[in-house]
Every structure is written in structure tokens, then in C-alpha cells.
């Protein structure tokens, strides 16, 4: 058999990735350019990170972004791996087809839709709109997605692992606590990492819900690039761009490096 | 408990000091009232009735589906029953959750903490109970060294051979020291050479520690090697609960002596009983007797069963009695290694197998394929079955 790749799969591929990712290089690369004028190549230079530095409003816009995204992020994963294992173990309590239904709305329900019925519930409620209710709106959208990753893994694993733990004198939570969470951690893990990036990325349902005093950093480009593209934009972009990579290639490490372990030891099976 | 120390005492059950069973005074360890356990409409467990006593190696055995390892983790509390009681020493256990049960169970699949080392596994359900860490370790020590793996403290389970697992799985069972210690299936997974060695270290163990085991298993050799008593079950009932010579020997019903071994069954009417035996007229004609009596009257259709191993084959002599004695055509010859087994299609039309033993090496065969012989067994061979 032929190994590697034919002319044609090693075109098909770059083409792939060009479509994918010139924009983004183009980006990184302008971001190092040393013209005021976005458009014209004036040489190298990092002047607007250092520019960057100096951005207080932008600078405030990323870390509230962070917090946001840290927040919600760790609300999402733990209710998302609740939901998993209730979806998971319960059986078919009544009111299971309805409740994985409405878990996983979010999902199909256009982001418009979910930002403008979140801002109906918050005026409703007359709370406060700014940083807390866009971290709530965050938790709200990106727990489904934590739950369809840990599902999955759920799906996978061994129930007979946990009873194993409660017949050894684990009480159920414990069981859980000790022996399931330790080894569905990769798809926990994984499923923040996700959940952590779709906030840093949220725009329209951020702007829903924000108020005076929390501006994330999406809000604050878009805000910024209405009035023309500034270089800057160029340099936090990268800054983002580079954050977010390093998140997606440890969730994928982490996946994979227990994949391995967990595939050496069924693979040597009795 | 009188107990024999000797190991081959424990073998096929034959533990004459020990027959708890047999004394009506004898309290049970484990009792099932009546248990039933339904999944939606389907029975799993059908009204079981079980008493199982302190020491004792019980096996429960059926095909697949017939409802044992349901009956298992009704008792380590996996399940609730839909009906009856389950009692441990005298205590109906239904509302104890599986976490508080003096019972363990190994899991088929061993069920081994990936995440966590041998020592770790061993120390998992000690370190529940909140012992001192001394003792965790002596204890620790203790098992591995009961099952042979000192020195294996620090692997993780993926390094270990199927052997090796299914030993860690039996120390960290075992180091809670259980009233009851459930097994399921905890030979299928080795290889078949293996099993049998693991088998013997099951009854020296079981001997050792003087625990209560119940292992669920399909393969009826394990539970004739390992159980002093064995409970058929089929559909989610006991069929038939007995020591496993009594089980061979004098099985209940045509559904055990077929699942049990091998067996010739031929159909037949009752034609006296009495002190000196039965006499039955076969359906496709001979005469048949057995040495025991039957209470059933006269004419009535039952079923003669005849281990193949208990049948006589000769070349055919005019002579033959004809009690018990069959002339025929040897159809096929089986050649298993320490015995060959004889397919013979009677005159009458039935086919009936003779196993004999290789006790020579056979370059040539008295008896081949195609040959006239005669099969005939003694009365004491035939047992009758009513059902």
C-alpha cells in the first residue's frame, strides 16, 4: 500500500487551511506592523503592544473578559457535569426527554434570541445589569456544551466502577467525588476549556446584558473598529488568538495523554 | 463449625463434616423470602426462596440470562427487590444502602480504579472505614501476600496481566473482610488453563479465611470444582439447590440432567415399582429398570436419564440381557484425548452416547464407525425422572 499523501490530498489541504487561517495570519502579521495606517506594510515592530499597554479602557475590557470567562466557565462545568449524570445515570425519570431538551436549547436557539429573552428576564427582575448578569448569561449558554462533552465521556464509562466504590463502604457522592471524577476529568476539563473561550468570544449576548462599568473586550473591538481599525486592535487580537490556541492545544493534550492511558490498559485486556 | 483443614476434602463439596443444610436447627447467613425482582413487566428474580449458611461456598449456575447476577446485587444492594426479603443474619437488609452492607461483591469486569495503584485499590475500601494508616498498610501487606502479588504494591492496574488483576480485585474485595463475599463470574475472563489453577486457589482461600462465597457462574465444571452446593437456576427460579455429586447423580428434572453434563434421556411408562427398583417399558420398545423407587402411578410417562460414562459398549453378543440393554449401530466415534465418545443409533431408532475411557493408547479401535454393538447399564445407573 501507498503511504502518505497524493498531490491532490496535500492541494486539498492547503487550500483547507488557507481558507481557515490566512485571515487569522494576516491578522497576526499586521499586528506587527510598524505603519499607522492598518493597510500599508511599514515594516516590523511590536510599537502596538506596547501601545497596548498604555490602552487602559482596552486593558480593563480584557480582564473583565477573563473574570467573566473564568466565572462562568466554572458555574458551567459544574452544572453542565451535573446535568451529564443526571442525564447519564438517573434511567428514564419522568421528565427526562424535557429536561434534555431544554438543556441542550441553548445550543439551536439563535445567540439574538437568547441574548434578548435574558435581557427581558433581567429588567423583569430589575437587576443590575453589568458584570454579574453577563457572567449568568455566559453560564446559561455554555453549559450545554460542557454537558454534551462530559455526556459523552459519561456514555463510556464503566458503571460498574462506582458501585464498585460504594460496595468497598464509598457513600454515593463520595463514589463520585473519588473514582468517576478523577477519570472523566479530561472531558471536565475540556468541557471549561470550551466554555471558558465561547465567553471570551460572546459578543451579541454580552451586549444584551451588560451594563454601565463591564465591557468586555469583544464589545470594546467592536466599538473601537466602528470608528476605523486602530493597530492595537491588531495586537490584542493576536493576544487572544494566542490565549485561546494555548487553551484548545492543552485540552487536547490532556484528552489525549488519558485517552492513551485508558487505551493501554484495555488494549492489554486478560 | 467443624471445618476439615485438609484442601481436598473441599473439593466437588464433599465436605462430610460440613452439611449445615441438613440441620434443621442451623440459622442461616443469608436468607431470600420470596424474592422477586421485576425489570418493567419482566421477571429477573421470579418469588426466589434461598437459604445460604455461614462458610459456605455456594454457585449459582444457569445460562445466561436466568437471572443470577440480578440475585447477586439484590444482595450487595445494586438492586431493591420488587417483592420479598433478604435477610443477613436475621435482619431484613432492603433499606441498608450497598455502602453499609458487611458484603462485597468482584465485579466481572474486576473493576479495578485505573487512576489508582494496587496498593491504592487494596486500601480504597479501608481507608472508607477511616483506619489508622498502619493498619491500612499492614492489611494491605497481608492481601497481597494471601494473593500472591508482593512487590506488584506500585503498578497501576494497565500494567498488570488478566491474572494479576483478577487477584487485585480479590485482595481489595477481601481486605474488608466481608460476612459475604459475592463473585461474579470471576473466572470468565482468564484463559482456560489459568482458570483451572485459580479455581483451587478459590477453594484454599474460601478454606483459609472461613468466609461465606457466592459466585455466579455459567460454566458448570467451576461450580461442581469450587461450591459445596450449587443452585440451578433457569428463568429466574431455583430449579434445583444440591451438593454437585447430588446434582449429577440425581438430577430433579430433565432440564438439569441435560444442563448438567451429558446425558442419554429415554422416554418410558411405568410398568411396576417397588422395594427391588422400578421397571419401565420404553416408548420405542426394551425394558428398562432402575434401582430406585418412584412415587407415581402405575403407567405414568417418565424419563430415564443415563450419564453417557455409565454405559457399557460391546461388540454384539446374541447373549445380552435385555434389561437395560440395547442393540444398535455405532454412528460416530469422538475422540476427546481421556475418553472417546460413542454415538450408537439404536435399533429402536433412539440415539444414545457411550463414553469409555482411553485407558491404552488406541492405535487401532476394537470398535469402529458403522459396527454392531450393544450398550447396556446397570439399574443402579438410571435415574427417573418425573419431570
Given at each position: 500500500m501507498r503511504r502518505g499523501l497524493s498531490a491532490f490530498n496535500v492541494t486539498s489541504i492547503a487550500l483547507g487551511l488557507a481558507f481557515l487561517y490566512l485571515p487569522i495570519a494576516i491578522l497576526v502579521i499586521y499586528s506587527f506592523n510598524a505603519s499607522r495606517l492598518v493597510t500599508v506594510w511599514g515594516g516590523w515592530s511590536t510599537r502596538w503592544y506596547v501601545a497596548l499597554l498604555h490602552d487602559s479602557a482596552m486593558l480593563d475590557a480584557a480582564w473583565t473578559s477573563l473574570r467573566i470567562a473564568f466565572l462562568s466557565a466554572t458555574a458551567a462545568t459544574v452544572l453542565g457535569t451535573l446535568a451529564a449524570a443526571a442525564l447519564v445515570r438517573a434511567g428514564r425519570f419522568h421528565g427526562r426527554t424535557a429536561f434534555s431538551a431544554m438543556v441542550y436549547a441553548p445550543l439551536v436557539m439563535p445567540e439574538i434570541i437568547t441574548g434578548l429573552s435574558l435581557l427581558l428576564l433581567f429588567v423583569a427582575l430589575d437587576a443590575d445589569r453589568g458584570f454579574w448578569t453577563v457572567t449568568l448569561a455566559h453560564t446559561t449558554v455554555t453549559m450545554c456544551f460542557v454537558t454534551i462533552v462530559v455526556q459523552s465521556r459519561l456514555l463510556s464509562f464503566d458503571t460498574s466502577l462506582e458501585e464498585a466504590a460504594m460496595d468497598l463502604g464509598a457513600p454515593p457522592l463520595r463514589a463520585f467525588l473519588t473514582v468517576t471524577l478523577p477519570l472523566i476529568f479530561p472531558a471536565v476539563a475540556a468541557g471549561w476549556m470550551l466554555a471558558f473561550t465561547l465567553s471570551l468570544d460572546d459578543l451579541v449576548i454580552a451586549s444584551f446584558t451588560t451594563g454601565p462599568g463591564a465591557t468586555t473586550l469583544p464589545i470594546r473591538i467592536y466599538s473601537e473598529v466602528r470608528l476605523g481599525v486602530k493597530p492595537e486592535i491588531n495586537a490584542i487580537c493576536t493576544i487572544m488568538i494566542a490565549v485561546v490556541a494555548l487553551g484548545v492545544v492543552a485540552a487536547a493534550l490532556i484528552g489525549k495523554r488519558t485517552e492513551l492511558a485508558r487505551v493501554g490498559a484495555d488494549g492489554r485486556g486478560g | 463449625m467443624a471445618r476439615d483443614g485438609t484442601g481436598n476434602e473441599t473439593l466437588g463439596g464433599a465436605r462430610a463434616s460440613f452439611a449445615p443444610w441438613t440441620d434443621p436447627a442451623a440459622r442461616p447467613l443469608v436468607r431470600f423470602e420470596a424474592v422477586a425482582k421485576r425489570f418493567g413487566v419482566v421477571?429477573?428474580?421470579?418469588r426466589l426462596s434461598l437459604d445460604i449458611y455461614e462458610g459456605e461456598f455456594f454457585a449459582l449456575l444457569g445460562p445466561s440470562g436466568c437471572g443470577k447476577t440480578t440475585l447477586l446485587r439484590l444482595l450487595a444492594g445494586f438492586e431493591r427487590p420488587s417483592e420479598g426479603r433478604i435477610l443477613l443474619d436475621g435482619q431484613d437488609i432492603a433499606d441498608v444502602p450497598p455502602h453499609h452492607r458487611p458484603v462485597n461483591m468482584m465485579f466481572q469486569s474486576y473493576a479495578l480504579f485505573p487512576h489508582l495503584t494496587v496498593a491504592g485499590n487494596v486500601a480504597f475500601g479501608l481507608k472508607q472505614e477511616g483506619l489508622p494508616k498502619a493498619e491500612i498498610d499492614a492489611r494491605i501487606a497481608e492481601m497481597l501476600a494471601l494473593v500472591k502479588l508482593e512487590g506488584f504494591e506500585q503498578r497501576k492496574p494497565h500494567q498488570l496481566s488478566g491474572g494479576q488483576r483478577q487477584r487485585v480485585a480479590l485482595a481489595r474485595a477481601l481486605a474488608k473482610r466481608p460476612r459475604v463475599f459475592l463473585l461474579d463470574e470471576p473466572l470468565a475472563a482468564l484463559d482456560r488453563k489459568l482458570r483451572e489453577d485459580t479455581r483451587f486457589e478459590l477453594t484454599d482461600l474460601q478454606d483459609k479465611l472461613g468466609l461465606t462465597f457466592i459466585i455466579v457462574t455459567h460454566d458448570q465444571e467451576e461450580a461442581m470444582t469450587v461450591a459445596d452446593r450449587i443452585g440451578v437456576m433457569s428463568r429466574g427460579q431455583l430449579v434445583q439447590v444440591s451438593t454437585p455429586s447430588e446434582l449429577y447423580e440425581?438430577?430433579?428434572?430433565r432440564w438439569v440432567a441435560d444442563f448438567i453434563g451429558d446425558v442419554n434421556l429415554i422416554e418410558g411408562r411405568v410398568a411396576s415399582t417397588g422395594p427391588q427398583g422400578t421397571e419401565i417399558k420404553g416408548e420405542a420398545g426394551g425394558r428398562l429398570r432402575a434401582a430406585q423407587t418412584v412415587d407415581v402411578p402405575l403407567g405414568t410417562l417418565v424419563w430415564v436419564a443415563v450419564r453417557p460414562e455409565k454405559v457399557s459398549i460391546a461388540a454384539e453378543t446374541p447373549s445380552m440381557t435385555t434389561e437395560n440393554g440395547f442393540a444398535g449401530t455405532v454412528l460416530d466415534i469422538g475422540y476427546l484425548g481421556g475418553v472417546s465418545i460413542y454415538k450408537v443409533k439404536l435399533d429402536n431408532g433412539l440415539i444414545m452416547k457411550a463414553a469409555v475411557a482411553n485407558r491404552t493408547r488406541l492405535v487401532e479401535r476394537p470398535i469402529g464407525s458403522g459396527d454392531r454393538v450393544s450398550l447396556s447399564w446397570e439399574p443402579t445407573a438410571s435415574v427417573v425422572l418425573t419431570r
Open positions: - | 421477571p429477573a428474580v421470579d440425581q438430577p430433579n428434572s
